[in-house]
């Protein structure tokens, strides 16, 4: 049987398992295992172990627990509610300022705990019984928080970028600065349309409500001022040299445990031990799918699946925009059903070649690819961020809840056209400061 069918066949029993629902680091690994089996003999399995923790021996991974420890310090304590009042004190009187609030905190939060579901859950619990106490649609209230939570994934630190780095082979210093541009530009799209739906539905919102002086509209700000430069320390020992992913990462989850305890008061063992149990398990989920994943890019690459997909997609005579679309297409798709981690594991050794042979900047198709995972988080039939969401307000069920995400979906593809028109927006950061 030539590859290609193989990895068509592949591709097929791939997605039957996994939308079984079996976890997806258990359904990589048995499709990887019965493939090897059926095309490379039983002998073959006699590797498996040694494979799976080959792919879990890479030192920059210490960086993501940690990451993951500092992300749940911050969600575990009251830092999303003191942003979200921090800003809408600032944004009160301006037309669709509590959905800009709600979004400027999702923005900020996401840089802060690295996580979409922990961003939507803590700003969506203050900001969306709040926006439909005022007169907010209920779409544009739960569809702003569901697209605001995705911003998590592509506002450094983020966890995905952390993985791509290691998948591919690139800085993840790097990576770290050509998503804030784009972060800060989806944003920016995410506000201005939420202003625009404010506008046109005649919303005063807050313009009843009492003024509030300097003092008071700093006044919560500054306890989450710790964190920001916590996040922007990161950065700076990041891009400067000065310490690797993995010492940042553990320095910054420490200190983000400090400040949570002394700010907020939260130093009780009970109360830590649920941060640290929280982030162990999601970060062994994480790192159970990358050993999965590098069982199952072994499969592909000893069947001759990777190569010669590589190859026949490289070969093909289109032109690289259109190469570039299919493969959105592709990732779009991908992104409906699997988990962001899961995708870039999976697709990012493969495509990676195709990309750099079409002329294309790796960070930026980085990006690119970041805000097609984004997309996948608010769309069917996975969506994560809808469920967290749904959770939140019930009452409101999940197709109101989906009809107010598409706009934002919208908006998240006229992002990924304005990266394609204008590829400095990626790439200029990095470029100015590495």
Same mark, same amino acid.
């Given at each position: ?54 792919? %879990? ?19 575990? /304590? ?175 989850? &420490? &200190? ?15 109360? %830590? ?58 990732? %779009? ?66 197709? /109101? ?16 056209? %304005? &990266? ?15």
């Amino acid at each position: 049987m030539d590859p290609l069918t193989i990895g068509l066949l592949v591709a097929v029993v791939s997605i039957v398992v996994l939308a079984s629902g079996i976890p997806v680091a258990f359904g990589l690994v048995a499709v990887a295992l019965t493939f090897l089996a059926i095309f490379d003999g039983p002998q073959s399995l006699s590797i498996m172990g040694e494979l799976f923790f080959s792919g %879990l021996a890479d030192f920059t991974l210490v960086s993501i627990p940690m990451f993951i420890a500092m992300g749940a310090a911050v969600a575990s /304590s009251p830092a999303g509610g003191d942003l979200y009042g921090a800003l809408d004190r600032w944004l009160y009187r301006v037309p669709g300022g509590l959905a800009i609030s709600n979004l400027g905190a999702c923005a900020i939060f996401a840089a802060l705990s690295g996580s979409s579901p922990a961003t939507c859950a803590a700003i969506g619990k203050m900001g969306i019984p709040e926006m439909r106490k005022r007169g907010y649609p209920d779409g544009l209230a739960t569809g702003s928080i569901a697209a605001g939570g995705t911003l998590g994934i592509l506002i450094p630190p983020s966890v995905t970028m952390i993985v791509y780095g290691i998948s591919t082979g690139t800085s993840i210093g790097r990576l770290f600065i050509a998503g804030i541009l784009p972060g800060l530009m989806l944003t920016g799209l995410f506000s201005a349309w939420s202003m625009f739906h404010a506008w046109r539905d005649g919303f005063q919102a807050g313009a009843e409500r009492q003024e509030f002086g300097v003092r008071e509209k700093l006044e919560q700000g500054l306890r989450v001022l710790p964190f920001l430069l916590i996040v922007l320390g990161i950065l700076f020992v990041l891009y400067g040299g000065v310490a690797t992913p993995s010492e940042a990462a553990g320095v910054g989850a &420490l &200190l983000c445990v400090v400040a949570v305890a002394f700010i907020y008061r939260i130093w009780s063992p009970k109360k %830590l031990w649920t941060i640290l149990s929280s982030s162990t398990r999601e970060s062994v989920m994480i790192m159970m799918i990358i050993g999965a994943a590098a069982l199952f890019s072994y499969t592909l690459s000893n069947l001759f699946v990777t190569q010669t997909v590589a190859e026949s997609i490289a070969n093909l005579e289109i032109n690289r925009w259109l190469l570039l679309a299919m493969i959105n297409v592709f990732l %779009l798709v991908a992104g409906f059903f699997l988990p962001p981690v899961a995708v870039i594991l999976m697709t990012a050794p493969i495509l990676m070649p195709i990309v750099i042979q079409a002329g294309f900047d790796p960070y930026w198709f980085a990006v690119v690819l970041t805000i097609n995972m984004e997309i996948g988080l608010i769309t069917p039939p996975v969506g994560l961020n809808l469920y967290v969401i749904d959770g939140i307000a019930p009452d409101v069920g999940l197709p /109101s809840i989906l009809r107010g995400s598409l706009p934002y979906v919208l908006l998240m593809i006229l992002g990924i056209v %304005l &990266l394609c028109i204008f590829p400095e927006i990626a790439t200029w950061l990095p470029e100015l400061l590495f």
